[in-house]
């Protein structure tokens, strides 16, 4: 088995923890700016004592980072906390399964924006698979109680706030690929440790400037909020580590649609630990997206 496919695996796992968690925090005490931040603050820390340790028992150093990288690490640092806001915003107009449904539909534009930016081919049966994700979006679109023709409701709020996230995943996830691919002399590991720290480090700074000029009060409240905030930091940091090195092993197209697994988890924490209701057209949405990942997997 590639390396890539347990790596994936284990950063849906991750990540479909640390959303539950700020799902619990946003519903609370926190707005999803606060919410979002939350993830950033937490993990910088642990990811730069992690990576400035192995520097120093391998008595590594840290390479010269070009202008590409930088550029590569804003713009998806950027897209990434645009998305989370957007996702953690979802859950409050849907249940957490669909709120992480409708964010899944990353992979589609994934494939979309790393073939435009970095010419990352995918398979005719690649594609495929990819409209049969876009079934599966329109099946979800439409709410429990929503009434009228299937277009009308790819323009409310739930829907615009999910596709919203897809597309600013997608191009975090290329850009995170972009940046990694600029180290090409290092080992996988490495270069995803490196990237990992540089992309964090201007998340938590950059949302932290942000929060002071405008929602000062969420820096107290993120901080008062530290106990769930911790373990927001830990599983990002885990979920966040796994992706990174993954994009640098595979196109990140596939590296997402595998990711696509965090639904069947997320279906799970759904039903079993905040017991909302997951209705049959829900069910049916998720069923297509499971079956595009599938047949994704399947053409590589």
């Known amino acids: 088995m590639s390396l890539w496919i347990p790596v994936t695996i284990a950063a849906a796992s991750f990540q479909t923890v640390r959303f539950m968690l700020q ?10 700016a606060g919410a979002t931040f939350s993830r950033f603050a937490y993990s910088m820390p642990l990811v730069l004592v992690g990576l400035f340790t192995y520097l120093a028992i391998s008595g590594r150093s840290l390479p010269t980072l070009s202008p590409a990288f930088w550029g590569f690490a804003a713009i998806g640092g950027t897209a990434q906390i645009l998305a989370t806001i957007c996702v953690v915003a979802l859950f409050k107009q849907r249940n957490f399964a669909v709120g992480i449904t409708f964010k899944k539909t990353e992979v589609i534009q994934t494939a979309l924006v790393g073939l435009v930016v970095l010419g990352d081919a995918i398979s005719l049966g690649g594609w495929l698979a990819i409209l049969i994700g876009l079934a599966a979006v329109l099946v979800l679109s439409k709410s429990p109680s929503g009434e009228g023709p299937w277009w009308r409701h790819l323009t ?15 191009f975090s996830a290329v850009s995170y690929r972009g940046a990694s691919l600029q180290l090409h002399d290092l080992e996988p590991v490495f270069r995803a440790a490196i990237t990992l720290a540089a992309v964090v480090s201007l998340q938590a700074l950059g949302m932290a400037a942000w929060l002071a000029v405008r929602d000062r009060a969420q820096l107290v409240a993120v901080w008062d909020a530290r106990k769930v905030g911790l373990w927001v930091g830990l599983t990002s940091l885990g979920g966040s580590f796994c992706w990174f090195l993954a994009f640098t092993l595979q196109n990140a197209a596939y590296v997402k649609a595998l990711g696509q697994v965090e639904l069947l988890l997320s279906l799970l924490a759904t039903v079993l630990f905040f017991r909302e209701r997951v209705s049959s057209r829900e069910v049916l949405g998720m069923g297509l997206l499971c079956l595009s990942i599938l047949a994704l997997i399947l053409t590589i």
């Open 23 to 32: 799902k619990v925090l946003s519903a609370s005490t926190l707005s999803p």
């Open 156 to 170: 409310n709020r739930a829907s615009r706030l999910g596709l919203g996230s897809g597309i600013l995943f997608a």
